[in-house]
């Protein structure tokens, strides 16, 4: 009799259970899978705005606005005159001239001269610039054959309008045949200046 009300009473309850409502059962909210999706690729999205942010640079590289300097250092060589600013005629400081008649005080053109023989030239020169010559101031080789010619220092100071005896020693080439030395005077920068019409003093010899 015991045993029978046991098994009644869970069967009893059994019942109940099974009978239940559903609003007495919470459940989970079914998810709608779409949106899950959409959620689930603004997320990858996102992400990857994230990363590409992380990797460019803040500011632009630095722009060299400044051309390169391709412009030369030249040395201009004096000239006979300038004109200044109010249009006068200015001389400048360096330009000597000659005498065609007289510029040769020895050694004329074509002398003959003998293999290895020494001999001294000598020109006659007028300084026709505005400054004087003085300390630093030489003649000096310019092209052709310098047959061993050396630079000459003035000897003493030039003034302007002055004449002057400027002198080379040589040696004639051991080989026959024609040769020139040309040679002009240098200032005290070492800038050379001009003779008559842009022409150096020179001496030719024949070698025989």
Do not use: H
């Not at 630093?136 to 630079?151: A, I, N, R, T, W």
């Amino acid at each position: 009799m015991k045993l029978r009300s046991i098994v009644i009473t869970a069967l009893v309850a059994m019942l109940i259970v099974a009978c239940a409502s559903p609003e007495a059962t919470t459940a989970e909210p079914t998810s709608d899978i779409g949106a899950v999706r959409t959620s689930a690729a603004s997320t990858v999205v996102s992400q990857f705005t994230l990363t590409a942010a992380a990797f460019t640079p803040t500011t632009s590289p630095p722009t060299n606005t400044s051309a390169p300097d391709t412009t030369a250092t030249m040395t201009t060589q004096p000239v006979a005159e300038v004109t200044n600013a109010e249009g006068t005629t200015v001389a400048l400081c360096d330009k000597y001239s000659w005498d065609p008649a007289t510029v040769d005080v020895n050694i004329p053109d074509n002398t003959i001269m003998s293999p290895g023989q020494d001999f001294v030239k000598t020109w006659k020169i007028k300084n026709i610039g505005a400054c004087t010559w003085g300390e630093g101031y030489e003649l000096v080789f310019s092209y052709g054959e310098k047959m061993s010619g050396e630079p000459q220092p003035l000897s003493a100071a030039v003034a302007p309008g002055q004449e002057v005896d400027v002198s080379v020693q040589f040696t004639a080439p051991d080989l026959a045949g024609s040769y020139f030395s040309f040679w002009t005077l240098e200032n005290d920068k070492d800038i050379p200046f001009l003779g008559n019409d842009n022409k150096a003093l020179y001496v030719q010899i024949l070698v025989q």
